[in-house]
Structure formats: structure tokens, C-alpha cells
T-cell receptor, first 112, second 111 residues
Framework: DVKVTQSSRYLVKRTGEKVFLECVQD?????MFWYRQDPGLGLRLIYF???????EKGDIPEGYSVSREKKERFSLILESASTNQTSMYLC???????????FGPGTRLTVL | GQNIDQPTEMTATEGAIVQINCTYQ??????LFWYQQHAGEAPTFLSY????GLEEKGRFSSFLSRSKGYSYLLLKELQMKDSASYLC????????????FGGGTRVLVKP
């Protein structure tokens, strides 16, 4: 079974803090994705990566950056957290050329 | 551009059938996914349609019409555990393949 894990289920941070969200997958997938999920808006793609050290902007990259130093790990970084970044963050992975994405359990981030 | 529309919420009775419709406008369309997401959990894959027609998988079926930009997910013999959000997502895009999700349809199954 594909397993995608995220470092925290719940996180509370203050405005202006730097926040790291970690995602690890154990199926040797090439592709990894970060989404945020908000009521009524569905999942929106923030960033994705097709390979180590490669990254591509998704639909809403502003205020975020990512890092992929190892194949199994994809980190989402909020350089200076703001209240409008309070959301559920979901990581996903898929194999190269594949389209089915496997999701992690999500991190519910609250920025105060 | 990409645009996915699906109803916000539906209610049905245990044992009944519910059909969740999804319309999409996706440039470079390559297929349509349905995911199930229980509250507080990760989305899990239900179905993927590339060609027109109906794909049946147990109690769940998914239909696609590429010419109409339309899909539906059919849930038969509803069970209480089917209460969840159902996410429609199109695969494709002018800038390369990616998943674009609709807002999700929350289905509530009542006894």
C-alpha cells in the first residue's frame, strides 16, 4: 500500500512565523504535490515537483515555497505565516507518467 | 482555463441511490477522477474515466461524456458509511497535466 505521511495533523502558529510542513512517501514516486483545501473551494494546487530539486508553481503559489532535496520528501514552507493561510494542507504523490494521486492525512494549520 | 462544478450537498436515505453530477471545462482534458473524502481524512481514489461511457465498480459507478463536459458518480444501495464528500477532478490542462478539483459534494445518508 502507498503510504503518504505528513509531519503534523494539527498545527497552530502565530502571524509572521516561518512554518514548515513535511511530507514523506514510501513508494518511490517521482511526483509530489501540495494542496490546500478550504470549504467551498475544493483542493487547490500550491506547488508540485516531478523530481528531486525540481519544482513547479501550481495555481496559488503566492506566500509559499517548497523544497525537494530527497525523492521521498517534499516540504512546504510558509516564509511568514498570515491568517489567510489558515487551512487544511494536503500532500499527494504519484508515479512518473501516472495520474492517480495518493494523499496524506492532511495538516490542519491555524495561524493566529 | 479550468472550471469544475458540482452540487454542494445532497441528502439520501439508506438503501437508496444517489447521483452526483459534475460539469467541467478543461483545456487539454485527459480524464476525470472521483475521490471520496470522509471528514478529517485524506481523499481516497474511487474511479477514473478516460473514455465515454459507464464504468461500474461494485456499488459505485462513474459516467463520462467528453463531448458534453459532463460526468456523474452513482452510488447504489447507500450505506451510512457512504456519508462523505465526493470530489470531482479533471486531469489535463494547457500547461501540462494536473488535477483540478471541484468544491466537493457532501453526501449525507440518513437512516
Amino acid at each position: 500500500d502507498v503510504k503518504v505521511t505528513q509531519s503534523s495533523r494539527y498545527l497552530v502558529k502565530r502571524t509572521g512565523e516561518k512554518v514548515f510542513l513535511e511530507c514523506v512517501q514510501d513508494m518511490d514516486h517521482e511526483n509530489m504535490f501540495w494542496y490546500r483545501q478550504d470549504p467551498g473551494l475544493g483542493l487547490r494546487l500550491i506547488y508540485f515537483s516531478y523530481d528531486v530539486k525540481m519544482k513547479e508553481k501550481g495555481d496559488i503559489p503566492e506566500g509559499y515555497s517548497v523544497s525537494r532535496e530527497k525523492k521521498e520528501r517534499f516540504s512546504l514552507i510558509l516564509e511568514s505565516a498570515s491568517t489567510n493561510q489558515t487551512s487544511m494542507y494536503l500532500c499527494a504523490s504519484s508515479r512518473a507518467g501516472g495520474n492517480e494521486q495518493f494523499f496524506g492525512p492532511g495538516t490542519r494549520l491555524t495561524v493566529l | 482555463g479550468q472550471n469544475i462544478d458540482q452540487p454542494t450537498e445532497m441528502t439520501a436515505t439508506e438503501g437508496a441511490i444517489v447521483q452526483i453530477n459534475c460539469t467541467y471545462q478543461t483545456s487539454g482534458f485527459n480524464g476525470l477522477f472521483w475521490y471520496q473524502q470522509h471528514a478529517g481524512e485524506a481523499p481516497t481514489f474511487l474511479s477514473y474515466n478516460v473514455l465515454d461511457g459507464l464504468e461500474e465498480k461494485g456499488r459505485f459507478s462513474s459516467f463520462l461524456s467528453r463531448s458534453k463536459g459532463y460526468s456523474y458518480l452513482l452510488l447504489k444501495e447507500l450505506q451510512m458509511k457512504d456519508s462523505a464528500s465526493y470530489l470531482c477532478a479533471s486531469w489535463g490542462g494547457a500547461a501540462g497535466n494536473k488535477l483540478t478539483f471541484g468544491g466537493g459534494t457532501r453526501v449525507l445518508v440518513k437512516p
